[in-house]
């Protein structure tokens, strides 16, 4: 099976501090990878770099067959992101937004409509289609923010910790509607989480990263046998250690400074 996602010996280095050091991972095309890590272990740096944001200072990336560097343009367009923090405008409606969208991204004229009423169908908001997102609760929102990502047809979708902040049945929908996607048009799937419960349910394949290098990688079910634990959790914390860290600053920073640029489509 081809690779969606190719990383080898990536580093990235901010003055003296080393954030990414020697990182080499590869993701399945049609598969679910699950990045794991502690705050400031160097996760929202990697996402990054695969997502063009930011220049590794050395090593090598291809997202479906294309460098981030020299083709940042086809890497954009072969991926959709939705970031920890909102990126919708509030002051548009549901259907406004993924019509901006779709005109942002070149999706043909003669396909939008329909793209759009299949993907508000499928994260159940067509009924709200014409509400404006202001009035929308934080769910509502993170789905209309998996419906946008997807507008374009990408083949890779990134889910930077797509769940926090949302209850239990929320999340557990969200979920869903990925694991379908994923069965259903074959969209390779790259996230972060905190919730533990989540990778375990859904991910093929986990990588945890710490202080800047990927300590281990393999199936949950790998992992737990790696460490002598029975569930994901205390796998990770016997891999990362139990104390509490910092954020990632100043690349967790970056990474919101520019999900803005993302919303505004710059490409």
Not at 8 to 13: A, Y
Not at 123 to 130: C, F
Not at 134 to 161: C, N, T, V
Request: net charge negative.
């Amino acid at each position: 099976m081809n690779n969606s996602i190719e990383v080898k010996n990536l580093t990235k280095t901010f003055g003296k501090f080393e954030a990414v050091k020697d990182v080499s991972f590869s993701v399945e095309e049609g598969g679910i990878f699950a990045f794991l890590g502690p705050n400031g272990a160097g996760k929202s740096t990697t996402i990054k770099m695969l997502t063009t944001l930011l220049r590794p200072t050395s090593g090598t990336i291809k997202i479906n067959g294309h460098d981030p560097i020299t083709e940042s343009d086809l890497v954009r367009h072969s991926f959709g992101i939705v970031f920890q923090d909102p990126s919708l405008d509030e002051d548009l409606t549901a259907l406004e937004n993924l019509q901006l969208h779709g005109v942002l991204y070149d999706v043909p004229k003669e396909l939008l409509a329909s793209r759009v009423e299949e993907l508000l169908t499928l994260v159940e908001l067509a009924d709200r289609r014409n509400d404006f997102v202001r009035d929308f609760s934080g769910g509502m929102k993170r789905r209309l923010e998996i419906a946008r990502g997807l507008l374009h047809h990408p083949r890779i979708i990134f889910l930077d910790e797509p769940t926090l902040g949302l209850d239990p049945q929320t999340r557990n929908h969200l979920w869903t509607y990925v694991e379908r996607l994923n069965a259903e048009e074959g969209i390779t799937v790259f996230f972060t989480t905190h919730y533990m419960e989540e990778a375990d349910r859904v991910a093929k394949h986990i990588a945890i990263i710490d202080h800047g290098t990927i300590i281990t990688q393999g199936t949950s079910a790998e992992l737990q046998a790696e460490t002598g634990t029975t569930n994901l959790e205390d796998a990770f914390l016997k891999l990362t250690g139990t104390a509490i860290r910092d954020e990632e600053g100043s690349a967790a920073d970056s990474m919101r400074s520019h999900h803005r640029m993302w919303s505004g489509g710059r490409r």
